[in-house]
């Protein structure tokens, strides 16, 4: 009887110890589901894509290419053709991209490579419809466009533009488009980065995304959980897997109405070139960070001239918006509305000053204008011989040009010039402060080597810099 008690209690202790493993996994289970649903883990994306793909085109172009009939024509006179006569050429190139419907009148954003130069635009829905169409408005520096179909239809889906500023590293996205022309493709994964500036443009602002984009989906967009386009799919990265970039919503919502009404883009300007800030630059101008945007160089009778804004003066703020980098600044003034007076803070000699400034109008000729004034050797930053680099680099000389910054791997740093370097010549002319320098770069041959003059803790020579 014993035995037999004893063998009742172990078994009692054992169903009762799997009761509580059971209570215990399904109390996690519980857990579990809860927290996934407060973070708003999806279980599938079936109903985000089903919502969304309807408004998502294929977008197909034919461009007519014309082929010279002896590609080596120019190098002879007339009459002196080797070969005759040999008429040119065309054939039709054809190309494939995505877009998404904005509104009922039938207006599609996609990226402006996608179009650029095209004959013929045709769209082509979820449904199996196909519609002719044509460009109504382009903005090359941001890669953006807007197309409108022109021939009879109705019934559209849309989709619409949500706030990409909301959007964290780590959320849930959706990529739709027509990657390798294989229509419709839905991709998932998150935002990567935010902000990234990848060199495409004076406006980088790009939201990075581990959802696969390819040849294809350009144009197409890049979705939220709600269903909101917060990103226009644009740019890959050809040397690696997992990284694709798309134009933020808010951008998108400054430029699209403006090439819907106009078909270009106005943006504002104020006349300052700028640089980044470099540890090195930090100390040398006794700043608390590398923050803001370094003026390098003003245009005179611009806007920051008539403001007071000087070369040496760091931007940190701009109409009440933080400068973190200097990509900020070109873009934070080109969305500004023309004729607006804003304020801009700035440190110059360890003081915040804030000023007033007005906003102008860029223009082809204004830029143009500013590169002039700007002139400088890639990879090479110079100034006059102040005080503040005197006492930096431990300089007796007055005369000349001060190296300030050297960009890593340049032609600069590759010739061996250095940061505290005084060039006293170039292509054999003195130059004895910044705008002699200016003036002697801009007389400088622009397609072969630049010689200078170099005095370096008491030596002179010479080192060229090839300029490609």
């Known amino acids: ?163 990409s500023d909301k959007m964290r590293v780590g ?27 990848i060199g495409s443009g004076p406006y980088d602002n790009f939201l990075q995304t581990d959802a696969p984009i390819n040849p294809g989906n350009s144009g197409g967009p890049l979705v939220n959980l709600k269903g909101e386009v917060i990103g226009i799919n ?22 699209i109405p403006q090439i819907k009404e106009k078909g270009k883009v106005v943006r504002g300007w104020i006349g300052v070139s700028v640089q980044n800030i470099t540890p090195e630059i930090s100390q ?23 403001a007071g804004i000087k070369r040496g003066d760091v931007i940190v703020s701009f109409d009440r918006k933080d400068i973190h980098k200097m990509q900020d600044l070109p873009r934070i003034v ?4 023309v004729g607006k007076s804003v304020d801009i803070k700035v440190i110059r000699e360890k003081k915040e000053l804030t000023l007033q400034i007005i906003i102008a109008e860029l223009t082809e000729e204004k830029l143009a204008r500013q590169e002039r004034q700007s002139e400088d050797m890639p990879g090479l930053s110079v100034d006059d011989i102040t005080s503040r680099w005197r006492s930096r680099f431990g300089l007796r000389e007055n005369t000349g040009v001060v190296v300030i910054e050297v960009l890593q791997g340049s032609a600069a740093e590759k010739s061996g010039v250095k940061p505290g370097d005084i060039i006293k010549e170039v292509n054999h002319t003195a130059v004895r402060n910044l705008s002699e320098y200016n003036s002697a770069i801009r007389n400088a041959s622009r397609n072969k080597a630049v010689l200078f003059l170099i005095s370096r803790a008491g030596r002179t020579f010479f080192v060229t810099i090839i300029v490609s």
């Open 1 to 163: 009887m014993k035995k037999k008690t004893v063998f009742a209690l172990r078994a009692i202790i054992l169903l009762a110890a799997f009761a509580g493993f059971l209570t215990s996994a399904q109390s996690g289970c519980e857990k579990m589901k809860s927290r996934s649903e407060y973070v708003g883990f999806p279980q599938s994306f079936a109903d985000l894509a089903e919502k969304v793909k309807p408004a998502v085109v294929n977008i197909s172009t034919e461009t007519t290419v014309k082929i010279p009939g002896h590609p080596f024509r120019h190098y002879f006179g007339p009459g002196e053709e080797p070969f005759g006569d040999i008429p040119d050429r065309e054939f039709k190139q054809q190309s494939l991209g995505s877009g998404f419907i904005i509104d009922k009148d039938g207006f599609i954003i996609t990226n402006n490579h996608v179009v650029e130069g095209a004959d013929e635009i045709k769209v082509k829905l979820a449904d199996g419809r196909e519609f002719e169409a044509r460009v109504t408005g382009r903005d090359p520096k941001t890669d953006l466009a807007l197309i409108k179909i022109s021939s009879v239809f109705k019934n559209l889906p849309t989709l619409t533009l949500g706030d």
């Open 284 to 306: 040398a101008f006794e700043l608390k960070d590398t923050s803001g945007a370094l003026v390098s160089e003003v245009v005179s009778d611009s806007p920051a001239d008539s």
């Open 171 to 197: 959320d849930w996205v959706l990529a739709i488009g027509n990657p390798f022309g294989l229509e419709h493709t839905v991709t998932q994964g998150i935002i990567s980065a935010t902000g990234r500036v």
């Open 234 to 255: 644009s740019a890959i990265n050809p040397a690696g897997q997992g990284i694709g970039f798309a134009i933020p919503s808010s951008m998108a919502k400054t430029i």
């Open 334 to 337: 080109a969305e500004t509305a």
